[in-house]
């Protein structure tokens, strides 16, 4: 890391070198010994500290590793800030000064200063020669965000305190506090079950996938000459079917409008409704992910990449899900929003492959187009929120969404 | 081995000493990183510098396991049936963005790698001695790949993460290849017979009680954790242990010492565990063997190297 270093008490040092000057002066002037070596004691005392400062700046090290620390809300975790010194001298009167977004706070540390967004730790630390430490603090989620370390600093005093440096990082840290949203259950989600010729193994499924065979049986009257189990049949002197695993598809494409209902803001606050709606979303890619479901997430915050606006591709598993709730996590209310009915435009223009298309937050998007889906097969369902619960409606054709 | 590796990829010297205690410890490596981090020249370099033989498979979903393990096919002119050995039957074998072939082939490769035989319809052969497998994998990519199974991992001794090389050591990079192509004259420095010898010597190293108490309690926790739905299976016990003998024989010991063990669970330890949901979604594999290595007490040095 580079550091920016400021001398806080550069004055102290003139004065001091100053005064060893005169000092020296008025000894050989006055032909005095104790004045003479008081001067070169105060003079080397500087010269020292100067030399000490210089060295302990260069050789401190902070690796600045990329790394993102993962919690709901409530959750604390260890953050280790490991910083090496590289000199042969020690590190004494130290201190290291954070500056972090208020979606974390440090439950080891009491913060010198709460800032509106932002609150400042300052924790002594020190150092022996060659010495790489790891100092561990306590980091709790207090809301739903991406903390970031706004500032760095490490104040360095020399052993006399007659001098002091202010190291700052020029460089943004890379540590990165995901707070995840809490997961709020939407009723209903349960009954969502589309079949369709697909992977996903179900054995009361009619689909079947071809390329993978679990087993033989008997042949039977009526069983298909591309069934036969040619190999299976040779070995076992008789005629044997293939059984194939019974598979169908399922997907989920879930469009989370962050343009927020002017009605229900007045009646629930613009912030709490946000948070509900994407606490909603991360339940449903829980949901999903449980039940071993792919699915894809539209929202309409504008972004710079191939696509205009935020889009989680098509994806399963557990680290699909980590995705999804970081993507989530990031979501901001500050952020530049696109019309709904744009995003899912441009999402008509693709050809559908989810079975199921969850609506969440306010619709005003034509009609035509979820008919347009629904005759493509899939089954449109849009949250519905009341004073405390949500539940899935199913959308019908001709109908438009109240 | 280290110095000679060190003029071909610069900043590597801990992934090359990671590879010789798998190659001591008879294990197998996977190297996982974004493109361009030197993972297939790490694994030539590797080959280069062991006088034995070398084979280079680069997995595609068309990649079929007979192609890994061999073919038994009728000889039209002897009328005999002849086994013709894949690429397997070797001494170094890099096996290049294993994630792009389909489970079926990764399984063939994996069993191999276990058992260090290769069996073809009926004929069942050993693998020549020393047999290490380098794996590569690109963890950016998900189109068209197949992730290893998460309980076929353990077949790996280590999993390293090769890294960006320092802003320093990227200068040296820079000036090391702009005349020349330094792999080029890379020389042999051990024999496979040499390395054979080492594998035997290092069963010599010794763990005394605590530094066994303190194996047994990290491989504990890992099955404890709330974090952790699968932990370190006893195979992993036994990779550990080995690798740790590897480990202290390489820097002259004859025993293991704690820090051999906070050196070596991040890689050897980290890609056996199997996460839990909640886990996932809070940790990373390694950060949970740190704060593991954390919590357990470290044993005093004076009991670390009575016997």
């Known amino acids: 890391m580079i550091w920016n270093k400021i001398m806080e008490s550069d004055r102290s040092q003139r004065i001091l070198q100053l005064l060893a000057v005169l000092l020296i002066i008025f000894a050989i002037y006055g032909k005095s010994y104790l004045v003479f070596w008081a001067g070169i004691l105060i003079g080397l005392s500087s010269y020292f500290s100067f030399l000490y400062m210089n060295i302990i700046t260069r050789k401190l090290f902070y690796p600045n590793p990329k790394e993102k620390l993962r919690m709901f809300p409530g959750d604390e975790a260890p953050w280790r800030l490991s910083m090496s010194n590289h000199s042969r001298l020690p590190v004494f009167n130290a201190k290291v000064r954070l500056l972090m977004t208020n979606d974390v706070e440090l439950t080891n540390v009491k913060p010198s200063e709460e800032r509106r967004n932002a609150n400042e730790y300052i924790l002594p630390v020190s150092y022996f020669p060659k010495e790489e430490k790891s100092i561990v603090f306590n980091v709790k989620g207090v809301k739903r965000g991406v903390a970031k370390i706004l500032s760095f600093e490490f104040q360095i005093s020399d052993l006399l305190s007659l001098a002091s440096v202010k190291m700052i990082n020029d460089r943004l840290v890379q540590t990165e506090f995901i707070v995840y949203p809490t997961l709020l259950p939407v009723s209903g989600v349960e009954d969502l079950f589309k079949l369709r010729h697909g992977t996903r193994p179900i054995p009361t499924s009619l689909h079947e996938d071809h390329t993978l065979v679990v087993g033989t049986r008997d042949y039977l009257p009526g069983d298909s000459f591309q069934r036969i189990h040619w190999k299976a049949s040779a070995r076992m002197a008789e005629m044997q079917t293939k059984l194939y695993e019974k598979t169908v598809s399922q997907s989920w494409t879930i469009c989370l409008n962050v343009i927020l209902n002017p009605k229900e803001v007045a009646r629930v606050g613009e912030s709490e409704l946000l948070e509900r709606q994407i606490s909603y979303t991360a339940y449903l890619c829980q949901y999903a992910v449980q039940h071993h479901i792919p699915f894809e997430i539209y929202i309409n915050i504008k972004a710079m990449g191939r696509l205009p606006y935020l889009h989680l591709e098509m994806g399963e598993g557990k680290p699909h899900l980590v995705k999804a709730l970081e993507l989530l996590a990031r979501v901001n209310i500050n952020s530049i929003k696109m019309p709904m009915f744009r995003v899912l435009s441009l999402f008509n223009r693709q050809q559908i492959d989810s079975t199921v298309v969850i609506l969440i937050g306010d619709d005003q998007t034509d009609s035509v187009l979820y008919n347009r889906w629904i005759r493509q097969g899939a089954n449109l369902q849009k949250v519905i929120i009341d004073e405390d619960t949500a539940k899935l409606d199913r959308y019908t054709a001709r109908r438009s969404i109240s | ?307």
């Open chain 2, 1 to 307: 081995m280290k110095k000679s590796i060190g003029k071909v990829l610069i900043g590597k010297e801990e992934s090359v000493e990671f590879i010789l205690v798998a190659l001591l410890a008879r294990g197998h490596v996977l190297m996982e990183d974004v493109p361009g981090t030197g993972k297939t020249m790490l694994a030539k370099s590797i080959a280069k510098s062991i006088a034995g033989s070398f084979r280079r498979v680069q997995f595609t979903p068309d990649v079929l396991p007979s192609d890994v393990t061999g073919i038994q096919y009728l000889n039209p002119k002897t009328r005999e049936f002849e086994t013709r050995f894949g690429p397997v039957m070797t001494n170094v074998l890099l096996a290049d963005e294993i994630n792009r072939a389909t489970p079926r082939t990764q399984s063939s490769l994996l069993e191999v790698m276990e058992e260090r035989q290769v069996t073809i319809d009926v004929i069942t052969n050993a693998l020549p001695d020393p047999f290490i497998v380098l794996a590569t994998q690109n963890p950016i990519e998900s189109h068209g790949t197949f992730p290893l199974p998460e309980a076929q991992m353990d077949r790996f001794l280590l999993k390293l993460n090769v890294g960006y090389p320092s802003l320093q050591e990227e200068r040296q990079m820079m000036r090391a290849y702009r005349n020349e192509e330094p792999i080029e004259k890379l020389k042999p420095v051990f024999t496979t017979e040499e390395i054979v010898f080492m594998q035997k010597m290092i069963k010599e190293v010794r763990l005394s009680e605590e530094i066994e108490e303190y194996i047994l309690r990290i491989i504990l926790e890992t099955r404890k954790s709330k974090n952790i739905e699968v932990g370190v299976s006893p195979r992993g016990t036994l990779a550990f242990m080995r690798a740790l003998q590897a480990y202290a024989w390489l820097h002259g010991r004859d025993y293991v010492i704690p820090e051999d063990c906070k050196k070596l669970a991040p890689v050897v330890l980290a890609h056996r565990l199997v996460l839990s949901m909640e886990g996932e979604l809070r940790k990373t594999q390694l950060q949970i063997i740190m704060d593991i290595l954390d919590v357990i007490e470290v044993p005093v040095e004076s009991g670390a190297i009575n016997q």
